[in-house]
Nanobody
Framework: VQLQASGGGLIQAGASLRLSCAAS????????MAWFRQAPQKDREFVAA????????YYFDSVKGRFTISRDNARNTVYLQMNSLKPEDTAVYYC??????????????????????WGQGTQVTVSS
């Protein structure tokens, strides 16, 4: 599976942005998908994850109510709608794909080590 993230940019605080991650390869619907981010001089952190079926999601506490992860299995694409952006959201955003498991638990899918494939990242910069 190859992942291509896009949609980043430079925007002002309070604005909205939608990131996309297009997947190529078979069986996109058999992968849980997630967004992680990495700010300068910080570790990569979990942002949001969505189950292969699209009917369950998890979010990092600081983005709950502002960000929405969704997927379109017909288009092999996962999205991250980001509203009310803050300067602390500035980071490189990465999408990841994790193979289907018999469970979809927060602990497992918040862990970057659970992901098998990664996109190249897209920069989001929020100015104050």
């Amino acid at each position: 599976v190859q992942l291509q993230a896009s949609g980043g940019g430079l925007i002002q605080a309070g604005a909205s942005l939608r990131l996309s991650c297009a997947a190529s390869g078979p069986s996109f619907s058999n992968y849980a998908m997630a967004w992680f981010r990495q700010a300068p001089q910080k570790d990569r952190e979990f942002v949001a994850a969505i189950k292969w079926s699209g009917d369950s999601t998890y979010y990092f506490d600081s983005v709950k109510g502002r960000f929405t992860i969704s997927r379109d299995n017909a288009r092999n694409t996962v999205y991250l709608q980001m509203n009310s952006l803050k300067p602390e959201d500035t980071a490189v955003y990465y999408c990841g794909a994790a193979g289907r498991r018999p469970w979809f638990t927060s602990t497992y899918y918040r862990d970057e080590n659970s992901y098998d494939y990664w996109g190249q990242g897209t920069q989001v910069t929020v100015s104050s």
